[in-house]
């Protein structure tokens, strides 16, 4: 439920910390108690479907962290909270984190953005404080194997960046667990991968590379994920 416009970062309903289940003070039965759950990142490929899977869990509340609700609005469900706003702001992050159990970290692998390796490291580090700050448990990763930072900033061509922040969000297991999960290349229909091979495979269909172009790849289908 997107609450209405306002200056600065919008937020709808906060049950306080961890949200629990009360009927008449404590719930009685600990083990049905529900699982606060944030998804910094819904408008993603993969964060998109993740929105969709969680939805169907009853016993998952559910909020997401975007900067625009319009793009995930008809995915959306009435109990679904949303935080809308910049998520590189410290205000709009501690709101979103406030109350949570398990926080998935956005998932954003390629850019062409100058400065985006920058950022993202700088973003990562301010998701993991702000998860510690605010008590939650669990902060779960998709990140890629062997994945580096490459920005070059005397450089006239803008640099591809791949990037994975695994070694940020672990950096403090003693104040946080943090699952990072590395699956290699994930296809699926819509994804950029599938699309360009099957847009590739149609338009060409025999096509010739020389032996140095062979090259091996973990793949995992989006269902697994």
């Known amino acids: 439920r997107v609450s209405r416009r306002s200056p600065g970062p919008r937020i709808s309903r906060i049950e306080g910390p961890r949200a629990r289940n009360m009927v008449g003070g404590?719930?009685?039965?600990?083990?049905?108690?529900?699982?606060?759950?944030?998804?910094?990142?819904?408008?993603?490929?993969?964060?998109?479907?993740?929105?969709?899977?969680?939805?169907?869990?009853?016993?998952?509340g559910l909020r997401v962290l975007t900067r625009d609700a319009r793009r995930i609005r008809q995915d959306l469900r009435p109990q679904t909270e949303v935080v809308e706003g910049d998520p590189y702001d410290r205000t709009v992050l501690r709101q979103a984190v406030r109350g949570i159990d398990v926080a998935y970290y956005p998932i954003q692998f390629v850019s062409l953005e100058r400065g985006f390796a920058v950022r993202s490291r700088e973003f990562a580090h301010n998701f993991r404080d702000s998860c510690i700050e605010a008590g939650v448990n669990r902060i779960i990763h998709l990140g890629l194997p062997g994945a580096q930072a490459f920005h070059d900033s005397s450089s006239r061509t803008q640099p591809i960046i791949l990037l994975d922040n695994s070694e940020i969000l672990n950096a403090c297991p003693e104040r946080i667990q943090t699952i990072s999960l590395c699956p290699g290349i994930i296809i699926g229909p819509g994804s950029v991968f599938y699309e360009m091979t099957i847009n590739l495979v149609k338009k060409l269909p025999v096509l010739f590379l020389p032996r140095w172009t062979q090259t091996e790849v973990k793949v995992l289908a989006l269902s697994d994920v």
């Open 26 to 60: 404590e719930a009685d039965h600990p083990a049905e108690q529900p699982v606060n759950v944030l998804i910094a990142g819904p408008t993603s490929y993969v964060g998109r479907r993740l929105l969709l899977r969680l939805q169907q869990e009853n016993r998952i």
